[in-house]
C-alpha cells in the first residue's frame, strides 16, 4: 500500500474568504480548531458567501492571539477580539438549517458594508450556536456547508487537469486537508481513516458549485465553466450533482501535522460515475499552486520578522505581534522564547523574551513586554518599535513549555508581572486544544490596570470550565473585592488544595518565584514536578574564585587583560567586544562562543548539545575564565 501523507491542511477562519495554512492543527468535534467560525449574512439573516460576492475570495483572516484579524484586498484591516464580541444573539440559515448565531458588534457590519457595498453583518459562532450534520445528527458542525471537513487527494486533482483544458488549482477547491501518494480518487473508497491523533469517517462525496469556476486572481469566471464542465462528463452522480473530494466527520479529537501519515483503517464500494471524460493530456502534472510549502524556520536560524500590530495591555506593556518572512512558519511549543537581535545607536545586543501567542493561532507570533526602568531593551521596543519595522530574531527555543506538563496531573500556573506571558501562551494553547486536564491559573499584579490581558482570560475561562482563574492583587484599591496582598501560605492552602498531585509551573520576578516554590513544598509539593522560567540571573550563579588573578583573554583575534572574577561576556562587553547574548542566564543559548584553547568554570550548559560540548561550545554568560583563554564566535 502506498505510503499516503497528509501534505497540507487549511483552514478558512471566516466562511469564503481566503484560507490559511498551517503546518499542525488541533481537531474538535466540529472540525479544524478556528475553521468557519464567522460568517456574514444579510441583515435579515441569509448566508452571504463568495457565491455572491466573488471578491470575499480575495480576504484575508488571521488568526490572532484573542481573535481575528480581517485585511481587505486594498490593505484596510480591521481587528476582532473575543472579549468584545456582543452578548447577543442573531438567527441566522445557512443551507435550510436556522443556527442561533452571536452578532460580533456594529463596527464590524458598519466595515464590511462599506467595503462590500452590500448591507451586512458578521456573526460568530458562539456558546450558544448549534448546528449539527445531516446523515449524523449527533455530530456538530459550524458554519462549513454540510460538514466539518473535506478532504481531496493531489492525484484527483491530476487526474481532472489530464481531462480538462483549463488546469485548476487545489485552492479553487477549499479543502481542508490535501493528501499525497495515492491513485486518484482513492478517497472515494476510504470509510474510515487516521491521521495523526485522529479517525475520520468519510460520509459522503462533496458536490461542487459555481464557486469553483472563479479564476482567483482576477476573480472572472472560467472559460466554459470548467472544471464543472469536465467533472459533470466523469464525476455526476444519479443525483445529476457533480462531484469531487470528500467529506469527513472526525471521531475523536487530536492534533494532526503535515506529513502524517494516512492509514487506510476502513474500505467501502466506491461511487460509480459515467466517465465521459477522455485524458487529453497524459504529461499534466499536478499544479501545486495553493499547496502549502512553508519552510519551518530552524534552531539558530536569525530571520527578519515584520511588526505587523502594537497592542497596549496596560499602561506599562505591549503586546508586538510580527509575521515571518513570506514562505516560513514558526514551530514552537507554548511557553518558549525568541532571541532578538537588535542595534541601538553603535550597539548590538540581543534579547529574549517569551512568545505569549500560541502555536495554536499560528498566523504569527507575538511577545508581550514590559517596559523597565532602565531596561535598554524594553524600552527601546515600546518607543522605537512600529508597524512595518522589521527586526532580526532567533527561531523559538526553550525547555520551560507545555511538554513538560503531566498528563495524569492536574496543572497550576504561577505568575506575576510579566512573568504572565508564557503562561498565557500555554493557557490559550490548552483551550484551544480541548485539553481535559484540569488548570488552576494564579496571577499576581500590583493594580487591577496592571492584570495583563485580563478580558481576554476571562473569555477563556468562560470557553473553559476546566480553567480557574485567580487575580491576587498586592496594592488594590477599595473597589477591588479579588484577592488581596502577595502570595502566602494561606492563599495556597485555600486556592489549590491536593498541592502534592499537581504539576506546577511558575515564571515570574525571582522574589516571587523563590518564595512560591518554599510555600509549595512546605505544603507539600513534590519538587520534581516544580518548573520555572527565570527572566533574570538564577540565584545559584556560580561563585567566583577567593582570589583575584589576572588573565589574558583573546577574542576574535583582540586581546587585552581580564580576571578570574567575572563572566566571559561582561568581560567581553566591558573590552568593546559585544557577543550576541540574550538571558544572560545560561537557558537561551544565544551566547554560544568556542573556547579554542584555556579553562573555565562553567555553571550552565542546559541549552549545549553533546557534540557542541565536545567540540568546545561554552555560553559565554556562564563562564568565568579560569586561565588564559582563546575564544571565538
Not at 492509514?263 to 487529453?280: C, D, G, H, V
Not at 505591549?318 to 515571518?324: H, N, P, S
Amino acid at each position: 500500500m502506498p505510503n499516503t501523507q497528509l501534505s497540507t491542511i487549511n483552514i478558512f477562519p471566516v466562511k469564503s474568504m481566503a484560507n490559511v495554512s498551517l503546518s499542525s492543527a488541533f481537531v474538535g468535534e466540529s472540525g479544524l480548531a478556528f475553521d468557519r467560525r464567522f460568517m456574514l449574512s444579510t441583515p435579515t439573516g441569509e448566508l452571504l458567501s463568495a457565491r455572491q460576492i466573488p471578491e470575499l475570495l480575495h480576504y484575508q483572516a488571521l488568526i490572532i492571539d484573542d481573535g481575528i484579524v480581517v485585511i481587505s484586498p486594498d490593505g484596510d484591516r480591521i481587528s476582532l477580539h473575543y472579549p468584545e464580541l456582543f452578548q447577543n444573539y442573531r438567527q441566522v440559515t445557512v443551507w435550510g438549517t436556522e443556527i442561533n448565531a452571536q452578532h460580533c458588534g456594529l463596527q464590524f457590519d458598519e466595515w464590511f458594508t462599506d467595503k462590500l457595498g452590500q448591507a451586512c453583518q458578521l456573526l460568530y459562532f458562539g456558546e450558544q450556536s448549534e448546528r449539527y450534520t445531516s446523515r449524523h445528527p449527533n455530530k456538530p458542525v459550524a458554519f462549513a456547508d454540510g460538514y466539518p471537513l473535506l478532504l481531496i487527494s493531489e492525484a484527483s486533482l491530476a487526474d481532472l487537469n489530464s481531462r480538462s483544458t483549463s488546469p485548476s488549482i487545489m485552492d479553487q477547491f477549499r479543502a481542508n486537508l490535501v493528501v499525497r501518494n495515492c491513485a486518484a480518487f482513492a478517497e472515494d473508497s476510504w470509510k474510515r481513516i487516521r491521521i495523526g491523533e485522529v479517525e475520520f469517517e468519510i460520509v459522503k462525496p462533496c458536490s461542487r458549485c459555481v464557486m469553483t469556476t472563479y479564476e482567483l486572481t482576477s476573480l472572472n469566471p472560467i472559460d466554459k465553466g470548467e472544471p464543472i464542465k469536465t467533472l459533470a462528463n466523469y464525476r455526476r452522480g444519479d443525483d445529476n450533482e457533480v462531484y469531487f473530494g470528500q467529506n469527513l466527520i472526525p471521531l475523536n479529537e487530536g492534533q494532526i501535522r503535515q506529513n502524517d501519515k494516512v492509514e487506510i483503517l476502513e474500505m467501502k464500494t466506491a461511487e460509480q460515475y459515467p466517465n465521459n471524460a477522455p485524458i487529453i493530456n497524459k504529461d499534466m502534472t499536478l499544479t501545486t499552486q495553493g499547496a502549502s510549502n512553508l519552510t519551518t524556520w530552524k534552531s539558530d536560524q536569525a530571520l527578519n520578522l515584520t511588526c505587523v500590530a502594537k497592542v497596549d495591555e496596560t499602561p506599562d506593556v505591549t503586546t508586538l505581534r510580527f509575521q515571518l518572512p513570506a514562505g516560513y512558519q514558526a514551530e514552537y511549543i507554548a511557553g518558549q522564547f525568541i532571541t532578538l537581535k537588535i542595534t541601538i545607536g553603535e550597539v548590538r545586543v540581543s534579547r529574549c523574551y517569551t512568545l505569549s501567542s500560541s502555536p495554536s493561532r499560528p498566523s504569527d507570533i507575538a511577545i508581550t513586554v514590559k517596559r523597565v526602568k532602565g531596561g535598554q531593551v524594553s524600552n527601546w521596543l515600546h518607543d522605537h518599535l512600529t508597524d512595518g519595522d522589521k527586526i532580526t530574531a532567533l527561531a523559538p527555543q526553550g525547555e520551560f513549555n507545555e511538554r513538560v506538563i503531566s498528563h495524569e496531573l492536574p496543572v497550576v500556573l504561577l505568575s506575576a508581572g510579566s512573568g504572565i506571558t508564557p503562561m498565557l501562551s500555554i493557557a490559550r494553547s490548552l483551550t484551544d486544544k480541548h485539553s481535559k486536564r484540569e488548570i488552576l491559573f494564579y496571577h499576581q499584579a500590583r493594580t487591577e490596570a496592571d492584570l495583563i490581558c485580563k478580558d481576554e482570560l476571562l473569555w477563556l475561562a468562560q470557553q473553559n470550565p476546566r480553567l480557574k482563574l485567580i487575580f491576587s492583587l498586592s496594592q488594590p484599591d477599595e473597589k477591588w473585592s479579588g484577592i488581596k496582598g502577595g502570595i502566602s501560605q494561606e492563599q495556597i492552602k485555600l486556592l489549590v488544595p491536593n498541592i502534592e498531585q499537581r504539576t506546577i509551573l511558575c515564571c515570574g520576578p525571582e522574589g516571587f518565584m523563590t518564595k512560591a516554590k518554599a510555600l509549595c513544598l512546605q505544603l507539600g509539593h513534590k519538587e520534581a514536578n516544580w518548573y520555572e522560567e527565570s527572566f533574570g540571573q538564577p540565584p545559584s550563579l556560580l561563585a567566583p574564585p577567593p582570589f583575584l588573578e589576572e588573565v589574558e583573554l583573546s577574542i576574535n583575534g583582540q586581546s587585552f587583560s581580564g580576571d578570574n572574577q567575572t563572566s566571559l561576556l561582561d568581560q567581553a562587553e566591558e573590552a568593546g567586544i559585544f557577543i550576541p547574548s540574550g538571558c544572560r542566564a545560561g537557558v537561551c543559548g544565544a551566547c554560544k562562543v568556542t573556547l579554542i584553547q584555556g579553562e573555565v568554570e562553567r555553571d550552565s550548559e542546559i541549552p549545549l548539545s553533546e557534540k557542541e560540548i565536545e567540540q568546545g561550545t561554552i555560553l559565554a554568560c556562564s563562564c568565568i575564565p579560569k586561565s588564559d583563554c582563546t575564544i571565538k564566535f
